[in-house]
């Protein structure tokens, strides 16, 4: 049998041997008629903002009636949702966030508008101002 039977190339018996038995040949029928990828292709769509420094301010200086609790809670689940993939949760916790932080800054600027025009009116007074 000859011994470059099996080789992918022919080489003469007067070259050394050094190289020439260390690669295979590819087994045609191994090989795949036709090879494809498929790349899934997203829109480059932002992620959706979680509002969570607006929401921990709203927590520490406005918590009218404990809204700005409520508005941390869902920025924090917003952010949870982004982390893991679920853009569309993320982008109803941040919805509600942001309307939960925004009633909150108007009832309590409201609130300290009221006190101010109360103050000044003289309805609430101030013995030592």
């Known amino acids: 049998m000859d011994r470059n039977a099996g080789n992918a190339f022919y080489f003469p018996d007067n070259v050394p041997l050094y190289g020439r038995d260390t690669y ?3 087994q045609e029928e191994n090989v795949p008629a036709s090879v494809t990828t498929v790349i899934n292709m997203r829109p480059s769509i932002p992620p ?5 420094i607006w929401s921990i301010f709203s927590f520490l ?3 009218f009636c404990c809204l700005g609790c409520m508005a941390l809670t869902f920025s924090v689940k917003a952010r949870d949702r982004k982390v893991i993939g679920d853009m569309e949760g993320a982008r109803h916790y941040a919805s509600t966030a942001k309307c939960l932080n925004i009633t909150t800054l108007t ?8 006190f ?7 309805v609430i007074f101030f013995p030592h101002l």
């Open 24 to 26: 295979e040949r590819l």
């Open 107 to 114: 009832l309590t600027l409201l609130t300290v508008i009221i």
């Open 61 to 63: 200086y406005m918590n």
């Open 48 to 52: 959706p903002r979680d509002h969570l």
């Open 116 to 122: 101010v025009i109360l103050v000044f009116v003289g």
